[in-house]
């Protein structure tokens, strides 16, 4: 949670900082607010494309 609150404070604050949006706060704000779903939602999808422990073919048995 706290992660979470960290990455769209850091988001809103570099959206504000730029000039990408020009002083608009309440977009910066749901541009903070959206980030931390679509980081946990790309970090889901990440890891179930990485091969795990059961995806990993055993060699011949002794």
Known sequence: ???Q???GAATAAAVVGSDVIAGNVLVAFVIGT???VVVKKLSTYVQSVLPGDAD???GPES
């Open 34 to 36: 959206a980030t931390p």
């Open 5 to 7: 609150l960290g990455v």
């Open 56 to 58: 990993q073919v055993k």
């Open 1 to 3: 949670m706290l992660t």
